[in-house]
């Protein structure tokens, strides 16, 4: 944990002699520790006048309290301290790493509205992602705790994966364990690894201690390499895991209270906390399914009795001028077939009007009528009855 600066023995005899020094702690790591905001931020607001002391204005954050009884932020009293709590957030790509953007660009508060439950506190991220790094954010309710894991002197391990454009020898990364100089920016050692090509690009996992702004991808570029995605893959002891994307769980358990005990400075609880190289993050457990009642159809709408509305009646088909089409129209009489042959027409015997001898009278049965078995097919409507085979 971060304490204060030595004394300087420069200091006079007066200086060292003032008396014995006050208890209590900081006023800014106090507010830091409340969940109000980073050391550094809340050392801006008090530069600002934000912040007071039983109604006096702080115009320094070397205020050193035993409680924060009596101070107020921006006129809004502090409430008791909270226990640490630690969350998981997997960071998609697009989102920006802070609580508000002057371009108004979407934020990773935008996406934890959703994701985190109702009634949880404020958090701050540990650490930074850039617009379009994503993977594994910690986030915290406790300001020292944010600012301990940022600082590179704890050497909190932060790993990643990057898919880069180019080529590179696994010689090449192993002398980043040395560390190197790009651009008069000394970064400490790094652990790379070539894991696979796919086509012109290839993955590369990266394990740093530091945290500088984009060093992964400096590093990289000092290689030869084009970054073209990059994903945070382990913070400290917690790795990723299989938690969705845009998702966030809470970190809890006996290996993450060991963690917090150890960078906090708080005792372990009872019963002893076993320690762990690596805390896998697992999917936020999901409500368990209610069965859906089915839809029931819409009533049909009640039929209007006002006898205004009906329409009038229609008029019977015999009495309209013109039946519709498929009315039932009146029953025709059958034809029937005429009793007698016509007679022949009357005139001077020509080939056209002349008797045919095989005619017969009515009544009297054809020659050769009864050796025949098939039978002449029955008149049809519309049609005379067909005549006898002609000679």
């Known amino acids: 944990m971060p304490t204060l600066p030595p004394r300087s023995d420069s200091r006079s005899e007066g200086a060292k002699d003032s008396g014995p020094r006050p208890d209590g702690q900081r006023i800014a790591k106090l507010l830091a520790r409340a969940g109000v905001a980073s050391r550094r931020e809340i050392e801006r607001m008090i530069a600002d006048g934000r912040v007071a002391l039983d109604g006096t204005v702080l ?3 070397a205020t050193i309290l035993s409680s924060l009884r009596g101070v107020t932020v921006d006129g809004n009293p502090i409430a008791a301290t909270q226990a640490t ?20 660009r979407p934020t990773i508060y935008t996406a934890l509205r959703n994701a985190l439950p109702i009634g949880t ?15 594994l954010l910690l986030l915290t309710n406790d300001g020292g705790l944010k600012r301990t894991m940022e600082l590179p002197a704890t050497k909190v391990p932060r790993t990643y994966r990057a898919r880069a454009f180019g ?29 696979r090509g796919t086509g012109r690009n290839v993955w590369v996992e990266m394990t740093i201690t530091e945290g500088k702004n984009r060093e992964v991808r400096r590093v990289l570029e000092y290689l030869g390499l084009k970054v073209n995605r990059l994903i945070r893959t382990g913070y400290g002891p917690f790795n990723l895991g299989d938690l969705p994307r845009g998702q966030a769980v ?22 002893g906390v076993k320690k762990a190289d690596r805390v896998e993050i697992a999917a936020p457990a999901k409500a368990p399914r209610t069965p859906r009642t089915p839809a029931r159809p819409p009533a049909r709408p009640a039929a209007n009795k006002n006898p205004s509305t009906r329409p009038a009646p229609r008029k019977p088909a015999e009495t309209a001028p013109f039946p519709r089409k498929g009315a039932d129209a009146p029953a025709k009489a059958p034809r029937t077939a005429p009793a ?7 005139g001077p015997a020509t080939l056209t009007n002349a008797p045919r001898k095989d005619r017969v009278a009515p009544g009297k049965p054809r020659p050769g009528a009864a050796s025949r078995s098939r039978k002449r097919p029955a008149p049809t409507r519309g049609q005379t009855p067909p005549r006898g085979p002609r000679k």
Do not use: C, W
Request: glycine share 10%; proline share 9%.
């Open 59 to 61: 115009d320094t954050p």
């Open 85 to 104: 709590r630690l969350f998981a957030f997997h960071k998609p790509t697009g989102l920006i790493t802070a609580e508000r953007d002057l371009a108004g």
């Open 121 to 135: 506190p404020r958090l701050m991220p540990v650490g930074r992602l850039d617009l379009n790094t994503e993977g």
């Open 167 to 195: 080529e590179v020898q696994q010689s090449q990364l192993e002398d980043l364990i040395e560390g190197v100089e790009i651009d008069g920016v000394r970064y400490g050692a790094i652990d790379a690894n070539l894991e």
């Open 250 to 271: 809470e970190l809890t358990g006996k290996p993450v209270a060991r963690f917090l005990s150890e960078m906090t400075g708080e005792p372990i609880p009872r019963g």
């Open 340 to 346: 007698t042959s016509p007679a022949p027409h009357k």
